[in-house]
């Protein structure tokens, strides 16, 4: 378990059906619904969203709104509060940077 400090800084774990669910929404058509979803959960804020569908790139997100079921797919296993396989990184051959900003959410930096 993660020290109290840790968990105070942590994100409660994305629903690991959200692949499920989005898939559903384009499935009926609500393609603008699945897109709002998506942006919530990598964590644009609300108003944010709210203005992003007068923006010309909002037909374009909506266009492939199909995809984020499979995006979703490749994270949401990892997004469930637990620690990533020991190992996981080994595959990574290329030299990395990953940063986290001084006003990203404290999770990030986790």
Do not use: C
Request: proline share 12%; no cysteine.
């Amino acid at each position: 378990m993660l020290p109290a400090a840790a968990r105070r800084s942590t994100r409660a774990p994305n629903d690991p059906h959200l692949p499920e669910h989005v898939a559903e929404l384009v499935a009926q058509g609500r393609r603008p619904d699945a897109v709002r979803t998506f942006l919530r959960v990598v964590g644009v804020p609300a108003p944010v969203v709210a203005l992003m569908r007068f923006l010309p790139a909002w037909k374009q997100m909506t266009a492939v709104a199909h995809t984020l079921p499979y995006d979703l797919s490749l994270v949401v296993g990892h997004q469930q509060g637990r620690p990533l396989p020991a190992g996981y990184y080994d595959r990574v051959t290329s030299p990395t940077m990953v940063i986290a900003g001084g006003k990203s959410p404290a999770y990030m930096r986790n």
